[in-house]
């Protein structure tokens, strides 16, 4: 979770995760609430704008990245892309065969 955008996310973490496990049945843990972009944005996030093959900031909630095994950023998605949207299923299959 983060409040970077549109400050949609102002909760604790422990309000984010009854609201997420309510509301969408997870069966995952979730991280901590961090800044994805901005002065304080957290490495992680830094090293995903960086290291994308489309390098940039963050433009909203839900987009998504693809790390390999060996840690290499592989791909990035929209935010409207689902979850399970083909390109990111293949992609997923792809690096996952890969040895």
């Known amino acids: ?3 970077n955008f549109g400050q949609q996310e102002p909760g604790t973490d ?3 995760k009854s609201f997420c496990y309510t509301k969408y049945s997870l069966s995952f843990p979730l991280f901590s609430k961090i800044s994805v972009k901005g002065d304080d944005k957290h490495p992680l996030y ?3 704008t960086e290291q994308s093959p489309v ?3 963050v433009e909203w909630n839900f987009q ?3 790390v390999d ?3 290499k950023v592989v791909a990035r998605y929209h935010h409207r892309t689902k979850p ?3 390109e990111i299923v293949h992609d997923i ?3 996952l065969a890969a040895p």
Do not use: D, F, Q, T
């Open 69 to 71: 095994r060996s840690g």
């Open 1 to 3: 979770p983060a409040n």
């Open 64 to 66: 998504k990245y693809l």
């Open 14 to 16: 422990a309000e984010i």
């Open 84 to 86: 399970l949207a083909p």
């Open 93 to 95: 299959e792809r690096v």
């Open 55 to 57: 390098p940039g900031e």
């Open 46 to 48: 830094r090293y995903l």
